[in-house]
């Protein structure tokens, strides 16, 4: 049995101040929940940080000081450390919600029922979320697709399959030739 899958709540964004105070982002969809599930490790579990947090910086962003941290050199060399903590630590989602990471990996079929591709990634360029697809041979890119009811109308987490229906307007026809 393997680990535990781990999911993504935060990242050290940076140093603050002089005496190792960390800016952390929160990736949680209540943004100071990221205090709330203990130590958080880096994504091969070789590090655990217990944050502990001392302001609110901006929407989503915190000021937090780091036992592990001792000074501004430690925390700016952390900048960009992306914190995990295990699945199964997190609150179930309700009906019609998933965590992006529940979603890489699944099985694309067509509104027929034929797989065609893989969810590659999830992505949200301000606009919302967008579903990156790959091919079934892993090396050819499908498409972007907006992540609504409409264009995503099954997601099956349980059997590990979602069903793309994109528009007409968005379908890419491939060229003679390809």
């Known amino acids: 049995m393997g680990a535990a899958k781990q999911i993504c709540i935060g990242e050290l964004a940076g140093a603050h101040g002089v005496k190792g105070l960390v800016k952390l982002r929160s990736f949680c969809a209540r943004p100071e929940d990221i205090f709330t599930y203990g130590p958080l490790s880096t994504v091969d579990g070789m590090w655990l940080y217990e944050l502990k947090?001392?302001?609110?910086?901006?929407?989503?962003?915190?000021?937090?000081?780091?036992?592990?941290?001792?000074?501004?050199?430690?925390?700016?060399?952390?900048?960009?450390?992306?914190?995990?903590?295990?699945?199964?630590?997190?609150?179930?989602?309700?009906?019609?919600?998933?965590?992006?990471?529940?979603?890489?990996?699944?099985?694309?079929?067509?509104?027929?029922?034929?797989?065609?591709?893989?969810?590659?990634?999830?992505?949200?360029?301000?606009?919302?979320?967008?579903?990156?697809?790959?091919?079934?041979?892993?090396?050819?890119?499908?498409?972007m697709y907006p992540f609504t009811r409409e264009v995503v109308p099954v997601v099956n987490l349980a059997e590990g399959f979602l069903v793309i229906d994109p528009p007409k307007e968005i379908i890419v026809e491939p060229q003679k030739g390809d």
């Open 53 to 143: 947090k001392k302001n609110q910086h901006k929407p989503g962003l915190f000021l937090a000081e780091c036992p592990q941290i001792a000074d501004r050199d430690e925390a700016e060399a952390l900048r960009g450390t992306r914190l995990y903590v295990a699945r199964d630590k997190l609150p179930e989602t309700q009906e019609d919600e998933f965590y992006i990471e529940d979603l890489i990996g699944l099985e694309v079929r067509s509104i027929d029922q034929e797989p065609v591709a893989r969810v590659k990634a999830v992505q949200n360029f301000g606009a919302g979320d967008i579903i990156e697809v790959i091919g079934l041979d892993e090396n050819k890119a499908v498409g």
